[in-house]
DNA sequence: AGCCCTTTGAAGGCC
DNA sequence: GGCCTTCAAAGGGCT
């Protein structure tokens, strides 16, 4: 397994290493990239809001009004904001051989109106939050609250599965210690939040402790309905609840993901964007933008995050939720189905090996932005 | 109702 | 070890 692989050390994050990117006049290229993104951002926006317009967007012409000295101020917006992390993490992972802990605790009230973690956060509150907020405020509630330097529930050799062992990690208490004044930018939308801490019995970890990636298995954790203890049972959910099954775990999230949860809204709010497809590109255009001291805050969040979910569920496999085809929003695909997905993506490969059918997206893509969407 | 799209990264299986 | 596949989030679009 990987995991044995790592070499038995505590760092599960072996494969958060930096992406190498090129090294010979990087700086330069760096700058050329933003300056691209820049660009290269106002051309997808241009398209699109063009194109919502034409989808007869009431605010699109105004925002095409106000589209280059928005996205001026967004893209300074996002440097300051970043550099600002940047001064809240000087001397940070990569100055510190001990990583003294994260900055991360400004705790937003997981119970105010309008934060966003509520479950339509994602939908109604798109400016705000993600600044002044940090990813690992997720971790809260991992905190020294809930776990003692030898968590008591968990087995000294976690190996329960035949040829799975997941490692015990180091204390992790150092990592959640709640530096005074701590504040880094997390953001209450992302996964691991506080307000899991009103997960359903459904949500809650064996052990006792609550977990955001555990969700039903009727749906999708970001419906949330467990949020704040305002939990009201839908009808189709109340009839599974009949048939009681295995709670989902869900992957931890990635580096990506977490940077994405972050951004998400921002992106949404400068781009009056709100398809996902459109977002999750300039994401990734961003994401390739950013130095890699800036990325290594989000590798060092998905390691974290890694660690505490191995901690948390270690007989857990990634393997687990594949034949579930628990990813659904129904939650209870059968094998079948997930069978058939399978064919259909295989099939679509080999159609776009064989210049098959092309995604309406993709023939968006072209059209929008020709060669430059496709760079970076 | 439920899948697709789109992104990156992690994990697991297979050869 | 390299390659391939699946899943993680998100929400509008599409069937």
Not at 140 to 153: Q, V
Not at 348 to 366: H, I, L, V
Request: with cysteine; proline share 8%; net charge positive.
């Amino acid at each position: 397994m990987p995991q044995l692989s790592s070499g038995g050390g505590d760092d599960l994050g072996a494969n958060d290493e930096m992406i190498a990117f090129k090294d010979e006049g990087e700086q330069e290229e760096k700058i050329q990239e933003n300056a691209f993104t820049e660009r290269d951002l106002a051309d997808l926006k241009s398209s699109l809001v063009n194109e919502s317009e034409i989808s007869q967007s009431p605010n699109a012409a105004a925002v095409r009004r106000g589209h280059q000295g928005e996205q001026r101020g967004f893209l300074d917006k996002h440097r300051e904001h970043l550099d600002g992390v940047s001064k809240q993490q000087d001397g940070g992972m990569y100055k510190t051989p001990a990583y003294p802990g994260y900055p991360f605790l400004m705790l937003p009230d997981p119970y105010l109106p309008n934060s966003s973690v509520s479950p339509s956060s994602n939908k109604v509150s798109v400016v705000q939050q993600s600044h002044g907020m940090h990813p690992l405020t997720s971790l809260l509630p991992y905190s020294n609250e809930h776990f003692s330097p030898s968590p008591p529930h968990l087995p000294t050799d976690m190996s329960q599965k035949t040829g799975v062992h997941r490692h015990q990690s180091q204390d992790l208490s150092g990592y959640y210690s709640l530096p005074p004044g701590g504040v880094g930018q997390i953001t209450p939308s992302m996964g691991w939040s506080p307000h899991s801490l009103m997960l359903g019995p459904s949500g809650m970890h064996p052990t006792g402790i609550p977990h955001p990636a555990i969700v039903p298995p009727t749906g999708k954790q970001e419906h949330e309905q467990y949020d704040r203890g305002m939990y009201v049972k839908p009808q189709v959910e109340a009839k599974r609840e009949k048939e009681p099954k295995k709670p989902v775990i869900k992957k931890p999230l990635n580096a990506f993901m977490l940077y994405m949860k972050e951004m998400r809204a921002k992106v949404i709010a400068e781009c009056t964007l709100k398809e996902s497809a459109a977002i999750n590109q300039i994401l990734g255009r961003r994401w390739h933008a950013l130095t890699r001291e800036e990325q290594a805050k989000y590798y060092e969040l998905a390691r974290k995050e890694r660690q505490l979910h191995m901690q948390l569920y270690p007989t857990w496999s990634a393997r687990d939720n594949y034949e579930a085809g628990l990813s659904g929003v129904a939650g209870a695909k059968s094998k079948a189905d997930w069978g058939k997905k399978k064919r259909r993506k295989r099939e679509k490969q080999q159609d776009s090996n064989t210049g098959g059918k092309r995604s309406a997206f993709a023939t968006f893509k072209e059209e929008a932005a020709p060669a430059q969407l496709l760079q970076i």
